[in-house]
């Protein structure tokens, strides 16, 4: 893959004629799962407005149905994952080749995508880890690690704008953590609100939704309510399938930092 990651421009080394391919034009996009909105842009987003979004999808490289990519938060830092973010991308690579699958890559993870009979998208988001109950700043939580962190509250989901802020800086979380409130409704079923390290609370999330299923149930199919909508989650063998929407809110012209566009 070539550092652009749309193709190698240079001429080859060989006397061999080589194919290449031109980089296809790219116009900075918003788009939004269940009110979960993200700007998708080309390479870094260093200096952008982000303001009026949850965060920022940064498209480093792309090769075939492959996308490499970077997730910023409003204030400027870095996510080590997004459910959300990462189906967005896979969406959006998707809506420019035409292919019903798609493979992201961030940090460390690749997360397989494929867009289902229905229009939604499922994420395959690998590996988790949940903690042992602990209490911390007198709340009740479970520690779960889905490539990001979170802290799942069994409670009053109203209580999400106390109870969030005082857990995500809190000192047990060195790099700050995601949170979450939620109940129970039945098997199967939960409801939720979120709070998002570096965003503060927003309608949906994806890893949170995760987070939460695998906090309440450990294993099976869960549907977890967001004030932005559903999402699915299916829990196995200590893995996380996560399905829901991705859809285009609008096109935008290359960002200008400082917020605004360039027509």
Same mark, same amino acid.
């Given at each position: ?64 149905? $492959? ?7 409003? $204030? ?104 979450? +409130? ?29 987070? +939460? ?11 977890? $309510? ?23 809110? $609008? ?13």
């Amino acid at each position: 893959m070539s550092a652009s990651g749309y193709g190698d421009s240079r001429g080859s080394l060989s006397s061999r004629p080589t194919a290449h391919r031109r980089r296809p034009p790219l116009r900075s996009s918003r788009w939004h799962a269940h009110g979960n909105v993200y700007l998708v842009h080309d390479g870094p987003t260093a200096g952008a407005d982000l303001s009026g979004t949850d965060g920022a999808v940064e498209v480093l490289s792309v090769e075939g149905d $492959d996308v490499t990519i970077g997730i910023v938060n409003p $204030d400027g830092s870095r996510a080590e994952m997004s459910g959300n973010g990462t189906r967005i991308a896979a969406a959006w690579l998707m809506s420019r080749t035409g292919s019903a699958e798609a493979r992201v890559h961030v940090g460390p993870r690749i997360v397989d995508v494929r867009r289902t009979a229905d229009g939604l998208y499922e994420s395959e988001l690998g590996p988790l880890e949940v903690g042992e109950p602990e209490i911390v700043d007198g709340v009740e939580l479970i520690p779960v690690s889905v490539g990001n962190p979170h802290a799942v509250v069994v409670g009053d989901p109203s209580l999400i704008a106390e109870v969030g802020p005082r857990l995500e800086a809190h000192p047990r979380f060195p790099g700050r953590t995601n949170v979450q +409130v939620v109940r129970v409704e039945r098997r199967g079923e939960v409801t939720a609100r979120v709070w998002e390290r570096g965003v503060g609370e927003t309608a949906a999330s994806g890893t949170s939704a995760v987070a +939460v299923a695998a906090a309440t149930h450990r294993d099976g199919e869960v549907v977890v $309510d967001f004030p932005g909508g559903d999402l699915r989650v299916r829990l196995a063998g200590g893995r996380a399938w996560l399905t829901g929407p991705a859809e285009p809110l $609008d096109e935008l012209p290359g960002l200008r930092a400082g917020g605004g566009t360039d027509r």
